[in-house]
């Protein structure tokens, strides 16, 4: 199922309220898989929007396959955010507010694709090496992660 196509034919551009689900990906050199996105030529972290029916984990686990190859295993909860910076306005005008659970992943198998239907590259980066062009969305807990914060620092945002 579509969960957002299926809305958008009701609602059109409107803003549309979803749950997504991303990965912090952590290799052993302690680098940060980012993906540049094709829709907005920004870095942020593989995930997605929860689909009806799925649990926060069976969402992470598809949408981090489906952009990435890789498969997560042993799946922490980083952090929990909301407020203003889930509001997104995609190029074809689409508008969302959406609430997020990160999880931190520094387990896991698979061969890292470079391009994928919607990211243009894959790359890791330490954390005094992020890219300038984050995803404004994103930048919260990317950002969090590079200044070592913790679940039970973060609290909820």
Known sequence: MDYIRTMRKYIGHETLFTVGCGAIIENRQGQILLQRRKDRDAWGIPGGVMELGE???????????EETNLMCRNIRLFGLYSGPTGYSEYPNG?????????????????????????????????????????????????????????LREIIVR
């Open 55 to 65: 649990t926060f984990h069976e969402t992470l686990i598809r949408e981090v396959k």
């Open 94 to 150: 689409d508008k969302v507010y959406s609430i997020q659970i990160i999880f931190h992943v520094v387990e896991f198998t698979g061969e890292l694709i470079r391009e994928g239907s919607e990211s243009s590259d894959h790359k890791f980066f330490g954390r005094h090496e992020l890219p300038a062009a984050l995803n404004p969305t994103q930048a919260p807990f990317i950002m969090d992660w590079a200044e070592g914060r913790h």
